[in-house]
């Protein structure tokens, strides 16, 4: 049993984040507390019926993806060509991913070059005395040259005219508008000027980094450009905040409007934001308030931090080492980009699309955590990006919240409260509100991702997906208190899940063919039919695991609202 309690500790949400654990205040934490149910069903006869459900069907959902893309399906000579010789087992690895295929074959570099900033930090500072800003601010002019080159030019570009908009236009108000204006724009424009020549043979000839593409992560370069102008623009705004002591050790929610004086809004703060190493790829994503804070007013290096670190790496390398296993067993990847399905089973084409899906998830999440280890070794703690399983999700709100959890944080503070939020509880006003604001949300957010119409009709239609949810939770709430309010949540949940699958399906792993081949067989041939029945009664078991796994954070304090 206490072996048991060690491995659901190991993978708990409080290993991951801090902000994922209890309230300090007491009073909140009871109020959690309260909201959950008051006894375990783990122990009771409808759980332990789950529990040998989930016995054997997660083994036999593993064993189907295998034989729908390993040598003994009949479709394998026409993917075999993507697959290159692995290191476990004797087995071939698919590798044709190709954005992650970059990092994996990049590990090594990667690991190194973190090894070697935490090292000479380390050094720089026993040697000479300096505000962490200045070590970032010389690092990050290496680090950006030796990933882009000369290409750095065109992001400094982008760099001093947004901090211009920020710090030389005196109305606040105007600056704003600017602000978001151009940041928008820069996205248009950075598809002409990628290839844009200077007629300067140093710079258009000369070195061009690592990556040469630098548009490729200027998104985030954006997100950072513009958290910096933002919270300059509500300092500045909020004079009398200023105190001559900063506090000591803020929560994260404090450290967002932290009261730090004005003149850390400085060029060269800005700059050390922008360029600091183990965030400037892909984040995550933390604030320049936040990120000045813990550089220069508050470092916690306590052994209980360490300690914490430590077992983050350890998840970290546990997750790396799923994500070896199953390019290893099972080559869905391949089959995906080959379409190579044909005679396969509804059973077969669902879990070839269910664990693309989890690799997509993965390959997110492995770099976004390196990149955060390497922060927290370095001092510097931000939001984590992934806090539940792809596969531990049931609402599309929900989803949300916990996928990219940095950037949903990001997008939240500076889009969707100040826009006025999701507007009251009461009237259709306030509804009215959320639905316009999660609109110019999701419009933002489909822009940032790609310049491309598609993903604007996506981010409108995640909209429209997310209403039969708000409504249905509108309506039912009410009902909360009966004992079969959750066995209709389950049955909700299971449309829900099922919508959320089929569109990533279509969207990133089957494309139209391999959708449309998997509803015809559900919905068309006997076998495909009795499929999707007893597919849907697993995931409803799956449904209320997911409720108790919730219902036990509860229990101990912990509510994500994911």
Known sequence: MEALETVLKFFSLETLDTRLNPPQDEGRKKQIINRAHPTSRWSTLEFKFYLVVFAVMVPLMYKTAMDASNETNPNYPRFEHLLSQGWMFGRKVDNSDQQYSFFRNNYWLLWGLLGCHVGLRKVVSSITPHKRTTFDFVFGLIYLFALHGTNVVKIAFHVFIMYALATRIHNSRASRICLWVYGVLSLFMNERIRNLTFNIAMIDQGFHGVISRWDVFYNFTLLRMLSFGLDYLERKDNPKSQVLVMPDDLDDRARLTAPIPIEEYSFFNYFSYLGYAPLFIGGPIITFNDYIYQSNYFQANSTKNVKRTLIYGARLLFCILVMEFLLHFMYVVAVSKTKAWDGDTPFQLSMLGLFNLNII??????????????????????????????????????????????????????????????????????????????????????????????????????VLFLLPEIFATMYFRRYAGQPWFRHLCGIGAVCNIWMMMLANLFGFCLGKDGTMALLNEMFRTAQGFKFFILASATLYVGVQVMFELREAEKRRGVDVKC
């Open 361 to 462: 998830w993965l390959k997110l999440l492995i770099p976004w955590r390196l990149f955060r280890f390497w922060s927290l070794l370095d001092g510097v703690d931000p939001p984590e990006n992934m806090i539940r399983c792809m596969d531990n999700n049931y609402l599309a709100l929900a989803f949300w919240r916990g996928w990219h959890r940095s950037y949903n944080r990001w997008v939240v503070r500076y889009i969707y409260v100040p826009l006025g939020g999701g507007g009251g509880p009461n009237g259709g006003g306030g509804y009215a509100t959320r639905i316009a604001n999660s609109l110019l949300v999701f419009s933002f957010v489909a822009v940032w991702h790609d310049i491309e119409l598609k993903l604007l009709m996506w981010g409108w239609l995640v």
